[in-house]
């Protein structure tokens, strides 16, 4: 019989339950649910009614059997089917012969789920791929939600219950084995030694957690593990351990003294590394002394000890204490020295092993040491004045605790070492995709190593998956409950949020204990993720209709609050496409605030229908998507068909125009044009806008892009209209509001936008304009709004957009020194240029950064001269083309650009144009003293801090070249100062490469005059 399509799920990994799509359904009483039971772990073949009595009753059913199995079922249907008609057979439980079939696919059912899933992890294991089996056993574990059938009567659940069990016991031992081979000891100990107190007769789990011990170094305590579990057996059962128990012991006692195992990957770290190895040193030379290594769960405490120790000659003790036995680094000393020890017997014994040589004892996870194991540390940590003694203890932090000794605090991986850790375990570069969810890692080394196996898998280009989400979930799981309840509301809120968005009891204390866990970091008021990944897992880790429900929670009560206008519509919009009621008057009121911050997400509110339908509020729809880029015509047009308003009839002609005649449309950009000049009641402000337009308009077909290369270089003429894409058909009012092309007012435009149509075009103006304020995160901000794809509203905007929006952040990449992140973007880039003509000048001085990083000083030069060609001798990349000219040797270009620039008349140069040609004319003169003079001027102009920082450079390099030193090692500290503030990391070693070839070798910066 064939399965019948349905959103229905029924769980039997746990208490019975069943789902239709998000709704829980009742199923009523335990022999109810006892039936369900039988049919879905049969799913798909009939049960009859006898093997129902049978599995609910067993031996003895009563004289009304028959007749209960048939109301369970008619009880069952009228849950699972409701809206079938009494004895139709086309529902998903149906009548078949003397019984019934569950007409469901087996996915339907998690048994049936969990066996698919266990199977899917045999085969990827056969095939070589661990962390995708690791992956399927996790998520087929996740599975279990309790004691399987729980609450169900009858002989067939407790049969089924215990196979049940044994299946998750058989897969978590199989889990076990791949951890093994991964090498993640850490976690596997933990819950090794849970699972052996739990199940003490199962010998398969105690040789595991030896082998996990002994693989990490502590087979002291894997020999420890094997005495216990003897002990146990014996006393329980009356019988030894197995052959394969005792062979793995017998190889253990051949094994000692275990070597520590080096990391397979470890990066970064050198300060931690370089004081450890400097205490082992010491004990090594006699001297002892007392380590404290402090850090995160995860952070990579226990790796650092590997790596600093791996190559020791001292005599090691490694003990590691968990949640569970807090005793452990006690038990170590007493295996070594095999009595059990009081604090004053540690001392007496520890000084005998002292006496034999230097010592170094490690104690791992201390923060769960308990009162006796602490005495005995602190006791030992006297004898460290005295003996060769070395005593290194890993905890988390331990607020308001002081020790005694050298106290190594660790935190977070550098970005570079995330990269390069995270690189190493994929096996490959990272792709820009890649680089983004390692970033959310924030440099934790386990949460990296997780992301970088996720992604590894098949098919998981959705990062986190399914089954990180639920790791990252677990790996809370040592938190109270009510710091994780917390973490979870919190996760609601976003990466940041505010301590009094959080409310409930004792949240400062929780927020405490999850800084301690490091989840969480706070400063003053604010709280935030320290790890955005976390936060990722937390949010969608929780049902869909919960999230829901607490987002409009959230918004209301930060509404009454008075809170921060985007704060309330980030979880407006985080809710979507559900709307509260109360939302749409306040969405009415706030809109404008929150679409002068965040227009992506007030464009969101307004299309989902969170305000009244409102002709003002669809004007504001229509100039946020115009400022975005998207195609706002639609909404433009249902404006024009509804106002009477004559100026903003006007705007909507306007926006319609300027959007047809990016597309080419222009007899429809003329018609709306007309229709606008025709009206005399039309202000000057719209009348201005659609004359300009008009002009360009009688222009066609000239080139669009023509215009637009001018929008990232050039020092504007001081008079005539400037051909900026976009600003030229601004009128004046609105340019007087927000600048001069030169020097926008960025929050200006940005809060005009959503009240006064602003095209898309000007984010490449404000792009370059930030870049050469040093803003660079503005410049990819701005950029990247030129690369936010609506499929149902493809972009008006030039079709090189995306070029040039990747070529900016390639360059900025560049100037950063990632090299790996500017390629991928140089790449994006360069496709897009090859498909619609010219590379526009950010992608060129990336190639040309790149060509000079790799020593290639000709091509660099070669790269950039295109760049400029056809100038205006204005364009702000000219000191760097004629300084790398100079450096490599290449004059006769420069000698006529020379020309040019002595031949034109100051008084036609505004103040930074002045500038600009002292500092060209100074390079190629290699007059250090013009050079700075240009350097203080473009320092104190607006909006040139890279510019100015490059003069700084250029004049250390020709003071250096003049021989004056002392100058020249100032100017050098300045210009590294000035690179350093804004990140510029390429642009300091070059800068550090051109000044050690002038000191070591005499040889000339490149700034001589070959004239």
């Given at each position: 019989?064939a ?16 789902w ?26 009939p ?5 129902l ?32 008609a ?9 009548s ?10 087996r ?16 085969q990827?294991r ?27 009567p009858g ?12 299946l ?11 951890l093994?081979?991964l ?26 957690l030896?082998r996990a011990?002994?693989d ?6 894997a020999?420890?593990v ?14 030894d ?20 195992r ?10 931690e590394l370089?004081?450890l ?13 007392m380590?404290?290594?402090?850090g ?21 003790l ?16 007493n ?32 923060q769960?040491a308990?009162?006796?194991?602490v ?15 070395l ?5 988390r ?19 570079d ?25 924030a440099?934790?080394?386990g949460?990296?190593?997780a ?5 590894a ?6 990062c ?11 790996q ?17 809120l ?11 009891p004792?949240?400062d ?10 989840v ?36 209301e ?7 921060d206008?985007?704060?309330v519509?980030?979880?407006l919009?985080a ?15 706030h ?7 965040r ?9 989902s229908?969170?305000?009244?339908p409102?002709?003002?509020l ?48 222009i ?15 039309v ?9 300009r ?6 222009d ?19 008079s005539?209209?400037?051909v900026?894409a ?10 007087a ?12 435009v ?14 490449r ?7 050469w304020a040093?803003?660079?995160?503005g ?9 936010t794809s609506d ?24 100037h950063?020194?990632d ?8 790449q994006?880039a ?31 030069t070669?790269?950039?001269w ?12 000219l ?20 020309n ?43 909006g ?7 003069a ?5 390099c ?6 004056r ?29 051109r000044?050690q ?15």
């Amino acid at each position: 019989m064939a399965d019948v399509e349905t959103d229905l799920r029924i769980r039997v990994l746990g208490p019975v339950r069943a789902w239709r799509g998000e709704d829980e359904l009742e199923l009523g009483s335990a022999h109810r649910r006892a039936v369900l039971a039988v049919l879905a772990l049969s799913a798909g073949h009939p049960v009859s009614r006898h093997e129902l009595i049978d599995a609910v009753w067993g031996e003895a059913p009563p004289a009304s059997a028959n007749g209960s199995i048939y109301t369970y079922v008619s009880g069952l249907r009228r849950i699972i089917d409701p809206e079938l008609a009494p004895r139709s057979g086309a529902g998903v439980l149906a009548s078949t012969g003397p019984g019934y079939t569950l007409r469901l696919g087996r996915d339907h059912v998690d048994v049936h789920e969990f066996d698919v899933r266990r199977s899917s992890a045999a085969q990827r294991r056969a095939a070589g791929d661990v962390p995708g089996a690791l992956a399927e056993l996790d998520a087929a574990l996740a599975l279990y939600r309790g004691e399987p059938l729980a609450g169900v009567p009858g002989p067939y659940a407790q049969t089924q219950r215990v196979r049940l069990t044994e299946l998750r016991l058989t897969a978590v031992e199989d889990r076990a084995e791949l951890l093994l081979e991964l090498s993640r000891y850490d976690e596997l100990v933990g819950e090794l030694t849970v699972l052996c107190r739990e199940h003490p007769l199962r010998e398969k789990l105690p040789a595991l957690l030896m082998r996990a011990l002994h693989d990490s170094g502590r087979t002291a305590e894997a020999l420890a593990v094997y005495e216990t579990t003897a002990a146990t057996l014996g006393e329980l059962s009356g019988i030894d351990p197995g052959p394969e128990l005792r062979r793995l012991h017998e190889q253990l006692l051949r094994s000692l003294p275990t070597p520590i195992r080096r990391p397979e990957l470890f990066v970064g770290r050198e300060a931690e590394l370089k004081l450890l190895r400097t205490a082992v040193d010491g004990v090594l030379a006699g001297r002892g002394g007392m380590v404290w290594i402090e850090g995160a769960p995860g952070i990579g405490k226990t790796s650092l000890l590997a790596e600093a120790l791996h190559d020791n000659t001292a005599k090691l003790l490694w003990a590691a204490a968990d949640e569970v036995d807090r005793e452990t680094p006690t038990r170590l000393l007493n295996a070594t020295v095999s009595e059990t020890l009081t604090p004053e017997q540690a001392v007496a014994s520890v000084t005998r092993l002292c006496a034999q040589g230097p010592l170094i004892v490690v104690a791992d996870n201390f923060q769960w040491a308990d009162e006796l194991p602490v005495r005995v540390w602190h006791r030992l940590g006297e004898l460290t004045d005295q003996l060769p003694l070395l005593l290194i203890a890993a905890c988390r932090p331990m607020q308001g605790k002081v020790h005694s000794g050298l106290v190594i605090g660790l935190g977070p991986l550098t970005a570079d070492d995330a990269v390069l850790l995270a690189a190493r375990q994929l096996g490959e570069p990272l792709s820009i995709q890649h680089r983004q969810a390692v970033g959310a890692g924030a440099g934790h080394p386990g949460y990296l190593r997780a992301i970088a196996t996720d992604l590894a898998g098949p098919g998981k280009e959705r990062c986190p998956s399914r089954e990180l989400t639920a790791w990252l979930n677990d790996q809370l799981s040592s938190l109270s409950e009510p710091t994780r309840a917390l973490l979870q509301r919190a996760a609601l809120l976003g990466t940041t949020f505010s301590k009094a968005e959080l409310d409930g009891p004792n949240a400062d204390q929780l927020i405490e204990e999850a800084q301690q866990f490091g989840v969480l970091t706070a400063s003053g008021e604010t709280v935030c993720f320290q790890q955005p990944v976390v936060r990722t897992a937390l949010y969608e880790h929780a049902p869909q209709a919960m999230r829901v429900a607490l987002h409009h929670e959230y918004a209301e009560k930060l509404a009454r609050s008075g809170a921060d206008a985007v704060r309330v519509a980030e979880q407006l919009a985080a809710a979507l496409p559900a709307v509260a009621p109360w939302a749409q008057d306040w969405v009415q009121v706030h809109i404008g605030t929150v679409a002068a911050e965040r227009p992506g997400i007030a464009i969101d509110l307004l299309r989902s229908g969170s305000a009244r339908p409102d002709t003002q509020l669809t004007a504001m729809l229509a100039r946020l998507l115009f400022w975005q880029g998207w195609d706002p015509r639609p909404e433009a047009s249902a404006v024009l068909a509804r106002t009477s308003e004559p100026d903003l009839s006007a705007e909507m002609r306007w926006v319609l125009a300027y959007v047809n005649h990016r597309l080419g449309r222009i007899e429809e950009a003329l018609e709306q044009v007309t229709e606008a000049l025709n009206d005399e009641q039309v202000r000057e402000l719209w009348l201005s806008r659609h004359q300009r337009l008009l002009e360009r308009l009688a222009d066609e077909p000239r080139a669009w892009h023509l215009t637009q290369a001018l929008a990232w270089g050039d020092v504007r003429p001081r008079s005539g209209a400037p051909v900026i894409a976009g600003f030229q058909f601004l009128d004046d009012e609105t340019a007087a509001e927000i600048g001069t092309p030169d020097l926008l007012d960025a929050d200006a435009v940005w809060r005009m936008a959503p009240y006064r149509a602003m095209p898309g075009d000007l984010h490449r103006l404000l792009s370059g304009q930030h870049y050469w304020a040093g803003n660079w995160r503005g410049t990819v901000a701005e950029a990247e709004v030129l690369l936010t794809s609506d499929v149902s509203r493809p972009s008006y905007l030039s079709p090189d957009s995306a070029g040039f929006s990747h070529g900016s952040v390639a360059l900025i990449d560049a100037h950063r020194g990632d090299w790996d992140a500017a390629a991928e973007h140089e790449q994006l880039a360069a496709d897009t240029y090859a498909r619609y003509g010219d590379s526009h000048q950010v992608l060129l001085m990336t190639q040309s950064m790149r060509a000079e990083w790799s020593g290639q000083l000709e091509q660099a030069t070669d790269l950039l001269w295109p760049a400029v060609s056809g100038l205006t001798l204005w364009s702000r990349w000219l000191p760097r083309v004629i300084a790398l000219a100079l450096w490599g040797g290449s004059t006769a270009q420069v000698e006529r650009v020379r020309n040019l620039l002595v031949s034109l008349p100051s008084e036609h140069l505004s103040p930074d144009q002045e500038a600009v040609r002292e500092y060209c004319l100074g390079l190629i003169e290699a007059d250090a003293d013009r050079v700075h003079a240009a350097a203080v001027q473009l320092r104190n102009a607006e909006g040139l801090t890279l510019l100015a920082s490059h003069a700084a450079a250029d004049h250390a390099c020709l003071l250096s070249k003049q021989g004056r030193a002392e100058e020249a090692d100032r100017a050098l500290d300045d210009a590294v100062r000035r690179y350093r503030t804004i990140g510029a990391v390429s642009d300091i070693w070059r800068l550090r490469t051109r000044m050690q070839a002038l000191t070591s070798a005499g040889s000339e910066c490149g700034h001589a005059d070959q004239r």
